[in-house]
Every structure is written in C-alpha cells, then in structure tokens.
Nanobody, 117 residues
Framework: VQLQASGGGLVQAGGSLRLSCAAS????????MGWYRQAPGKQRELVAA???????TYANSVEGRFTISRDFAKNTVYLQMNSLKPEDTAVYYC????????????WGQGTQVTVSS
C-alpha cells in the first residue's frame, strides 16, 4: 500500500485547509485510514481516523473543527480543517491500518501545515 498526501500549506489562524491522501496498491487490505500529526518537540498523535464502515474518531483538540471523510471510489481520505489555530501547526501524516491489525502499518510522506497567529 502506498499513500500520497497533499494539501498542506501556510494559513492564518481561523482559516481552513483540506488535506488529501490517495491510496494505491493493495487497497483491499485497508480497514481504517487516519491522520496523525507531529509538532516540533512533541510526540506523534492521532488527529482523526475513519474505518471502512465510515465510523470516525477525533482527538479532543480538533473535535468540531476537523472533519475526516473517505471517498472509497477514489481510494482517498480527506481531512477538512477549519478554524485553524497556531497549535495545529505540525507535519501531518496519513496512515492506513490493515484488517486484523491494531496498528497503522502504512504511512505516507508528511505534509507541513503552518498556522500563523
């Protein structure tokens, strides 16, 4: 499975960005897809995830501001980020979790999101 992330950039606080992650390869093996982020000096954290049945989960810090969605026909997952805050600044990674696994085994390259105050 290969994951290609895109959509990062620089935005002012209160603005919006949409990240995309296109999956290719053995996509039939994927159950959940998620977005992680890692800020300088901090651990990588799960931001949002969506399963093959479209069940979603969010980190408390982004609940109500971010929306994860999945286009199964395009094998793409999106992260719509609204009301961005400077503390959302991080490198964002998309990841895929195979069926019967509890971990995200496939990772895309990171995309930088910078929110200026």
């Amino acid at each position: 499975v290969q994951l290609q992330a895109s959509g990062g950039g620089l935005v002012q606080a209160g603005g919006s960005l949409r990240l995309s992650c296109a999956a290719s390869g053995s996509i039939f093996s994927i159950n959940a897809m998620g977005w992680y982020r890692q800020a300088p000096g901090k651990q990588r954290e799960l931001v949002a995830a969506i399963t093959s049945t479209a069940s979603t989960t969010y980190a408390n810090s982004v609940e109500g501001r971010f929306t994860i969605s999945r286009d199964f026909a395009k094998n793409t997952v999106y992260l719509q980020m609204n009301s961005l805050k400077p503390e959302d600044t991080a490198v964002y990674y998309c990841a895929a979790q195979p069926y019967l696994c509890t971990s995200y085994d496939y990772w895309g390259q990171g995309t930088q999101v910078t929110v200026s105050s």
